[in-house]
Nanobody, 121 residues
Framework: QVQLVESGGGLVQPGGSLRLSCVASGSILSINTMGWYRQAPGRQREQVAH???????NYADSVKGRFTISRDNAKNTVYLQLNRLKPEDTAAYYC???????????????WGQGTQVTVTS
């Protein structure tokens, strides 16, 4: 029905940058909020940032001033720019989207498979 595919993860040194992308495709009528979560080994999944259709954003305190979320509504894509990365940012990053599907007209949350970000010297 709906697929979310992330890309852009990788290995980077502390202080470096990465840009994550997530494209939503499938039986999509409308998308509301899109966002990013992350999960480090042995830790609970935590919200990193989210953005509404109108562009309102919200960030976790741990990433404020370093990460920037944006979206392209025409492309059903959400981005996460990661700057000044720290070793503690190492995690699998997952995108999520609140989607209304064509088939059912219902709203549901969908998740991507994740992309790994590793920050190490």
């Amino acid at each position: 029905q709906v697929q979310l595919v992330e890309s852009g993860g990788g290995l980077v040194q502390p202080g470096g940058s990465l840009r994550l992308s997530c494209v939503a495709s499938g039986s999509i009528l409308s998308i509301n909020t899109m966002g990013w979560y992350r999960q480090a080994p042995g830790r609970q999944r935590e919200q990193v940032a989210h953005i509404t259709t109108g562009g309102r954003t919200n960030y976790a305190d741990s990433v404020k001033g370093r990460f920037t979320i944006s979206r392209d509504n025409a492309k059903n894509t959400v981005y996460l720019q990661l700057n000044r990365l720290k070793p503690e940012d190492t995690a699998a990053y997952y995108c999520t989207a609140h989607v209304q599907t064509i088939a059912t007209m219902r709203w549901n949350d969908y998740w991507g498979q994740g992309t790994q970000v590793t920050v190490t010297s």
